[in-house]
């Protein structure tokens, strides 16, 4: 099994800070929002495009996969009774010469092996595509 570790701390009533290993993180933790920081719907988001991303990189020398780029773009609705996250939806562009089919591997792959991602899709719709970069 694996275990993660991550602390965070109140710098103001502007923000705050989460740490981990040799990194830190600005959060955006004040009521009236700060466009230098993620927030934390923001933030469930970014893991969610990380666990994706680093999917791709575990997956793609197994499958023999070659691409140049991905980009992953997300978007979430949010709830207000009761506060939740209630869908979240995904595109998953990727620069490569594979087939549609070898695409359509590669997000099963991903789908099927994401930590994050499985671990959110059991809490909230989780929906999303695969294409290539135009």
């Known amino acids: 099994m694996f275990e993660y570790s991550v602390e965070a701390r109140r710098t103001d009533a502007r923000g705050s800070v989460a740490t981990t290993k040799n990194a830190a993180l600005v959060l955006d933790t004040c009521l009236e929002g700060r466009s230098d920081a993620f927030n934390p719907a923001e933030l469930l988001l ?33 709830r207000d009774s009761p506060p939740g996250i209630a869908s979240i939806d995904y595109e998953l562009v990727v620069d490569t010469d594979e087939t549609d089919q070898r695409l359509e591997l590669l997000h099963k792959n991903v789908r099927k092996y994401g930590t994050i991602s499985n671990t959110v899709a059991a809490a909230t719709k989780l929906e999303g595509t695969i294409r290539r970069k135009a």
């Open 46 to 78: 970014a893991a969610i495009a990380a666990c994706m991303i680093k999917g791709i990189e575990r997956v793609t020398p197994m499958l023999g996969f070659k691409l140049r780029g991905v980009k992953v773009a997300l978007h979430a609705v949010r």
